[in-house]
């Protein structure tokens, strides 16, 4: 099984600030990588598709980069809306598909 | 507009069964797999079972394999997820999700690119 593992577990951010949030596999999953936002009480909703393409409908803040085993998410200027847990997933290891522990992006 | 409607969740007790369903509308049903994901109170995301858009081919997550079965209705668009043998760390709200994918150099992957709202399943005395 590929282990993901994303850092930090939790941070504090100011709107406006730059985000960076990490994703690692325990192997290499190439390019076949996912970002999902969960904010409180929703559904996951898919920001990013094979590392760095962006899903239909997500703002262009939203940016994703990385292959192999290290990922990253930014998100460019942090709005209120983008408080939120976020998870990595890897697909490449079909059809065990893993999911990173998330991130918790909080109010400053 | 894509839509998924989980339901059948419920409290059951350690040992029994419940059945989720998964009514798809917005786009073709049975060209697209589909799967279940869950989450335990509090915690991340887990994957569970993935069908085909035909139902021939089905995969299950090792926690889960020999208890579950997925399985769908493509004349009423509907996913299922039959569990028996319930126990307490399946507790979890549990979404179906459908599946999208790309080819690269003849080689296929497959993500999850909408959820349902979920249904929550408790196991409990």
């Known amino acids: 099984e590929v282990v993901m593992t994303q850092s930090p577990a939790a941070l504090s951010v100011s709107p406006g600030e730059r985000v960076t949030l990490s994703c690692r596999a325990s192997q290499s999953v190439s390019s076949n990588l996912a970002w999902y936002q969960q904010k409180p009480g929703q559904v996951p909703r898919l920001l990013i598709y094979?590392?760095?393409t962006r899903a239909t409908g997500i703002p262009a803040r939203f940016s994703g980069s990385g292959s192999g085993t290290e990922f990253t998410l930014t998100i460019s200027s942090l709005q209120s809306e983008d408080f939120a847990v976020y998870y990595c997933q890897q697909y490449n290891d079909w059809p065990s598909r893993t999911f990173g522990q998330g991130t918790k992006v909080e109010i400053k | 507009e894509v839509q998924l409607v989980d339901s059948g969740g419920g409290l059951v007790q350690p040992g029994g069964s419940l059945r989720l369903s998964c009514a798809a509308s917005g786009f073709t049903f049975s060209t697209n797999g589909m799967s279940w994901v869950r989450q335990a109170p509090g915690k991340g995301l887990e994957w569970v079972s993935t069908i085909s858009g035909s139902g021939g081919n089905i995969y299950y997550a090792d926690s889960v394999k020999g208890r579950f079965t997925i399985s769908r209705d493509n004349s009423q668009n509907t996913l299922y997820l039959q569990m028996n043998s319930l126990r307490a760390e399946d507790t979890a709200v549990y979404y179906c999700?459908?599946?999208?994918?790309?080819?690269?150099?003849?080689?296929?992957?497959?993500?999850?690119?909408?959820w349902g709202k979920g249904t929550t399943v408790t196991v409990s005395s």
């Open positions: 094979g590392a760095s």
């Open positions: 999700a459908k599946e999208r994918g790309y080819c690269t150099n003849a080689v296929c992957h497959w993500y999850m690119d909408v």
